[in-house]
């Protein structure tokens, strides 16, 4: 069997209780929820991805998935495993998936299928429906034996422009599902042949860790305890290591905002995905910049710094960046709104759609013009706080985990039905 992800001590401190939820999203939204949950008594759900920390999947399915259970759905979270081989070549298939080029060899091919078949091989057949996150495991419904499940293939990527050989190795195995799910329309190959495509948005949970209120006087604790100096300015990026977060951009931009705020600083958080090799390679890069300065701060889950802590970092920045150059929605964006915090962010991917009306133009396309506005935002306490409050708003109407999981549940009813 693929290895469980034990939900239940992964998000120790988040409510599991939908009724919980009615204060911020309503009344008829958390009803609607009960009610599709009851619908689907009986059926067996079992969501697959490649890891279990790190990254926007991790933090979807550990929200989701106690709260599915606490409703009653027979839902599960397994997990596909492979060696460092094997993360190599899904993550140069991610980055293929956003554009990125690719010298898709014989080798290489072989790689990922011997080890999604093997991991086929290991799935448990006893569920209704399966849901595969990203293309880690998107071979697994081939090589899955028949039996009468649905399957869903959930990407969270922007693969609008793939790469047209690696998206031609995955297409055929992707267009055996029975439903795929892209964040955006946009993001939708156009020569996707799916029987079944549907467009839903990730979602942030409000009452996790990483989310829930906290009181001023922890967060001023959380970063003075960190170093950083509580009289200055701080400019915030927490993100993967990932040339497409950008985190050497941002430290670019700090520079340039600093030639006309010297007071400022900068802290950089990114976790460390175990099926991301790249990140230890650009941490690297990182420390040597950090090393160099001051006033940039560089911290990692493996020195620390959990869910209760960047939600801590996130409420003490004045300025959160998420300098994304592709992104597939950017979880983070929304983490930030939902406390209130103004964003300068990359044009890029779901991010836009984000953003509250009439704040579109802190989306960037560059280094210059993230500092320019970041330099704005810094001399303008108003447009921060009605920012911040513009944010909030948008994230409690579209972008709550109940909104996620109302559309996800949803479409196992309908794929049920075909
Ligand atoms: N995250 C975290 N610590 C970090 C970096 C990221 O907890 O140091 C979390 C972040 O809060 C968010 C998720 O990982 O919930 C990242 O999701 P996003 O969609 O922004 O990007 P992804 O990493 O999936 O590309």
Not at 236 to 264: H, I, N, T
């Amino acid at each position: 069997m693929l290895p469980q992800v034990a939900v239940g001590r992964h998000c120790c401190a988040q409510s599991t209780n939908p009724d919980n939820y009615r204060p911020l999203v309503g009344d008829a939204l958390v009803d609607e929820l009960k009610q599709l949950a009851r619908s689907l008594a009986g059926v067996r759900i079992c969501q697959i991805n490649a890891t279990a920390a790190g990254g926007g999947v991790a933090e979807l399915l550990g929200a989701e998935i106690p709260i599915l259970q606490a409703m009653g759905v027979n839902a599960d979270w397994r997990l596909i495993h492979g060696d460092a081989a094997f993360f190599e070549v899904t993550k140069a298939f991610h980055n293929a998936l956003q554009g990125a080029d690719s010298d898709l060899t014989e080798t290489i091919k072989q790689t990922y299928l011997d080890r999604d078949r093997a991991c086929a091989e290991m799935i448990e057949g006893a569920y209704d429906v399966y849901i595969v996150h990203d293309p880690q495991p998107a071979a697994l419904k081939h090589f899955a034996k028949a039996n009468r499940a649905r399957w869903i293939w959930r990407c969270h990527i922007d693969s609008s422009e793939p790469n047209p050989q690696v998206w031609s190795f995955l297409k055929p195995f992707i267009e055996e599902y029975d439903a795929v799910v892209f964040t955006m329309k946009e993001f939708c190959p156009p020569d996707l042949n799916a029987a079944h495509a549907v467009f839903i948005p990730p979602a942030i949970d409000p009452l996790s860790t990483k989310n829930m209120e906290l009181p001023e006087e922890v967060c001023k604790r959380a970063l003075a305890n960190s170093g950083i100096d509580l009289n200055r300015p701080i400019l915030l990026q927490v993100s993967r290591f990932d040339p497409w977060k950008d985190p050497l951009g941002v430290v670019k931009a700090y520079r340039l905002v600093k030639e006309r705020r010297p007071e400022v600083q900068l802290a950089l958080v990114g976790a460390m995905a175990g099926d991301d090799p790249e990140g230890w390679r650009m941490l690297e890069t990182i420390n040597a910049e950090s090393a160099k300065d001051n006033d940039i701060y560089v911290f990692t889950n493996l020195t620390g710094v959990g869910n209760m802590e960047v939600n801590a970092f996130q409420r003490g920045a004045d300025i959160v960046i998420q300098k994304s150059l592709r992104e597939g929605f950017g979880l983070l964006v929304s983490e930030a709104l939902w406390k209130g915090k103004p964003v300068v962010a990359g044009r890029a991917g779901g991010i836009p759609m984000q953003f509250p009306e009439a704040y579109e133009d802190y989306l960037v396309s560059g280094v210059e013009e993230c500092a320019r506005k970041v330099l704005e935002l810094l001399g303008d306490s108003e447009e921060r706080k009605a920012f911040g409050e513009a944010g909030q708003e948008k994230v409690r109407k579209e972008f709550l985990l109940p909104w996620l999981m109302r559309d996800e549940l949803k479409l196992v009813k309908e794929v049920l039905s075909f």
